[in-house]
């Protein structure tokens, strides 16, 4: 399963970072780079594959490239992606080929969610979203596969 990312992440090995990279890339693509999306830490854990505890620590101290990731509540994170400039003689973006049978399911999960519109709980084209304190889209990502993707790990 291929994953569209920025050409600077091809030299990332951890697909968690990998999955976590063509998620914001998705987002920031469909509803607009340079904007703040609010998401909750324990949907990001499961993205990343890593612990909730000290994630976003981690990913800065890792880095994620020109993407501004924060800290702004217990359970919400935040994370903001420049946009890719374009450029005739370079290339912008690479795909990643997954192997980890759990990081599939992940980014299957999230297409999945992604052809639903995330902001919302309608489908419907344009970007509109639950107004919070700070007037950040909000991303909603339920827990329907989360058994699913516990069941993977066991194998």
């Not at 050409?7 to 890339?25: C, H, L, N, P, R």
């Not at 990081?103 to 979203?129: D, E, H, I």
């Amino acid at each position: 399963m291929k994953v569209r990312i920025p050409q600077w992440a091809s030299d990332y090995k951890d697909e968690g970072i990998i999955t976590f990279i063509a998620f914001a890339m998705r987002v920031s693509e469909r509803y607009g780079f340079d904007e703040w999306y609010s998401v909750n830490k324990e949907d990001l854990s499961i993205i990343c594959n890593k612990r909730q505890s000290g994630l976003i620590e981690w990913l800065r101290e890792v880095g994620v490239g020109d993407i501004e990731v924060g800290d702004i509540l217990e359970h919400t994170c935040m994370f903001k992606m420049p946009m890719i400039e374009r450029c005739r003689r370079t290339k912008t973006h690479n795909t990643y080929e997954l192997k980890d049978p759990r990081q599939k399911m992940v980014w299957m999960y999230l297409l999945g969610a992604f052809n639903y519109n995330m902001l919302t709980n309608k489908p419907q084209t344009s970007v509109a979203y639950r107004p919070n304190s700070w007037h950040i889209p909000e991303l909603k990502i339920t827990r329907e596969a989360l058994k699913y993707i516990k069941i993977s790990d066991k194998h």
